[in-house]
């Protein structure tokens, strides 16, 4: 049985096969269904009449007609004569249900590209040919494959931009390429438009553009491993910057539970000594009032026997009494503060306020280490910078209520001044700058954006009174690219260049930032350092005439 199943089984295939094959002898090569009315044609292949007539009738030469399939031209129009024969088999193989239609995903719908041989309804391209630029459906590609007259025709992806393979002046392939004007065009171009010019065969053009497109690979492809080698990095140091702050914040709460739990215990020290010491110091007070009650009660009782001695007429008796009666003991001290007592809180009271204090310093100090992130945070901090006259250099010309300066080398000499800048382009603000504070500055061009002490020189040795090159101020160059400078030392700085650079100062922490301001705020360079004297912002022009600098005023 297992036999009989498989034979019959195979059987089945065989028979699928032929009659698939058996269609496909007896099928139009224009519409792809069973033949209809078959003709054959001179050079013996076979077509509905409709189709072949259609065929021909849309042909853009009516003197010359061709074959569909091997592309034969007769020069007269073929008599069409129904092949009796033919249709007689097609009628049989109908009956065994071999007439049924491409399944609809194989017709061409929106955004494909149609068979240009098809009528009707027309099915998908598989292949577009440069030489007769035509798209050919897999039934109409195979005379590609089969006829020699088509072997050295260039086949390629189905497309609809073949058309853009035609020179639209000459009506040729375009199979130059001109280097001159970097352009596809044909033959008869290199003749005309661009005669003299350096052309290549398009084939030999694309070899070297493949070359070039390897190495731009190779370069992109290397690009991608770094920023994935960059990226791996930044994921790297994110983690360690999670885990850092999550022991810094472990760890901070630990000590501040334990500095909790000290300052608890410290409180509950120094109230039970104070108490203690107010005891003490209570029943000293109260022991001073019993023995001052005692003493009162017996003067009192003194004072009552000597007045009734005074009114006794017995003179004898008055002068044997009056030596006893008269006998006071030792007075009691008076009760007088005890200065040392009110000393001592007064003691305990500056400690603790003197521990307040320092802590309240410290946990300052702590909180100051938080820089603002966003440009809204930064201006919370906002300062209106105005500059000094006195400082400016001989071509700087201030103007805007002096938040402008502008660089002018026709400008007269300024009086003599001891806080002027004799020899450089720079100029200092007039107040000096401590605590938190944000300014912004907008350049025309090139400047340098600088904070300084007062106390920095204003003329003699280059290194010790211009911006940057000495310990006494920092100094970020804006010119072709960014650097910062430090007692002369020089740091190269890579971020997007703007005409806006905002600076962020906290004297305390010792915090001094520069940022590209544009939509975002970019961190370009940050110092971690003592300031030892409040700061002054400064502005170099590099020395170009209508140069400006402006501190901006900021809402």
């Not at 109409?140 to 072997?151: M, N, W």
Request: aromatic fraction near 8%; include cysteine.
């Amino acid at each position: 049985m297992k036999l009989l199943s498989h034979s019959l089984l195979m059987r089945g295939e065989m028979a699928q096969q032929r009659n698939r094959a058996d269609k496909k002898k007896f099928s139009c090569s224009v519409c792809l269904d069973l033949l209809k009315d078959p003709v054959t044609i001179p050079c013996g292949h076979n077509y509905c009449m409709s189709c072949i007539q259609t065929h021909w009738d849309g042909e853009d030469q009516k003197i010359n007609y061709s074959c569909p399939q091997c592309r034969q031209t007769f020069y007269t129009r073929p008599d069409l004569v129904k092949n009796t024969m033919l249709a007689e088999l097609v009628e049989e193989l109908k009956k065994t249900g071999l007439q049924a239609p491409p399944a609809d995903h194989c017709y061409a719908g929106p955004g494909d590209v149609a068979c240009d041989v098809c009528t009707g309804r027309k099915l998908k391209a598989s292949k577009s040919c440069l030489q007769c630029l035509a798209s050919y459906c897999e039934q109409h590609l195979q005379p590609h494959y089969e006829s020699p007259a088509f072997k050295k025709h260039k086949l390629l992806e189905a497309s609809v931009n073949l058309q853009d393979n035609i020179c639209s002046g000459h009506d040729k392939l375009k199979e130059i390429f001109c280097r001159t004007d970097q352009q596809c065009i044909c033959i008869l171009c290199s003749f005309d438009d661009h005669k003299g010019h350096d052309t290549v065969s398009a084939a030999a053009e694309r070899m070297e553009k493949q070359k070039e497109l390897g190495e731009s690979r190779q370069k992109i492809q290397q690009r991608v491993q770094d920023r994935e080698k960059d990226l791996k990095e930044l994921q790297e140091d994110t983690e360690t910057i999670n885990r850092s702050a999550d022991k810094a914040v472990d760890d901070s709460e630990k000590i501040f539970t334990e500095l909790i739990r000290l300052i608890e215990k410290r409180r509950s020290d120094v109230k039970q000594q104070i108490r203690s010491r107010q005891r003490t110091e209570v029943n000293r007070v109260k022991d001073l009032q019993e023995k001052l009650h005692q003493e009162i009660t017996e003067l009192k009782r003194k004072d009552a026997e000597l007045e009734q001695l005074s009114r006794t007429e017995d003179h004898t008796q008055f002068l044997h009494s009056y030596p006893t009666l008269s006998e006071l003991t030792e007075s009691t001290d008076s009760p007088r503060p005890n200065i040392y007592c009110l000393l001592y809180f007064e003691d305990v009271m500056a400690t603790v306020t003197a521990a307040r204090d320092e802590m309240h310093a410290i946990l300052t100090k702590t909180s100051s280490l938080s820089v603002p992130t966003t440009r809204a945070e930064f201006l919370r901090y906002s300062r209106e910078i105005t500059l000094d006259p006195n400082t400016a250099g001989t071509f700087l010309v201030l103007s805007e209520g002096n938040r402008k300066v502008t660089f002018d080398g026709n400008n007269k000499p300024y009086p003599e001044h001891p806080e002027r800048f004799i020899s450089r382009p720079q100029v200092l603000s007039k107040d000096g700058l401590t605590g938190r504070c944000y300014w912004e500055v907008k350049m025309s061009r090139d400047a340098r954006v600088a904070v300084a002490y007062k106390s920095i020189s204003r003329s003699g040795d280059f290194n010790v009174h211009v911006f940057g090159f000495n310990e006494k101020s920092w100094a970020l160059n804006c010119f072709n690219d960014f650097t910062f400078m430090h007692n002369n030392q020089k740091l190269n700085i890579s971020g997007p260049k703007s005409s806006r650079i905002g600076v962020y100062l906290d004297h305390r922490a010792g915090v001094l930032s520069f940022y590209s301001v544009s939509e975002t705020m970019t961190l370009l360079h940050r110092v971690q350092t003592t300031f030892t004297e409040p700061l002054c912002a400064g502005l170099y022009l590099l020395g170009l005439d209508g140069d400006t600098a402006e501190f901006c005023k900021l809402k």
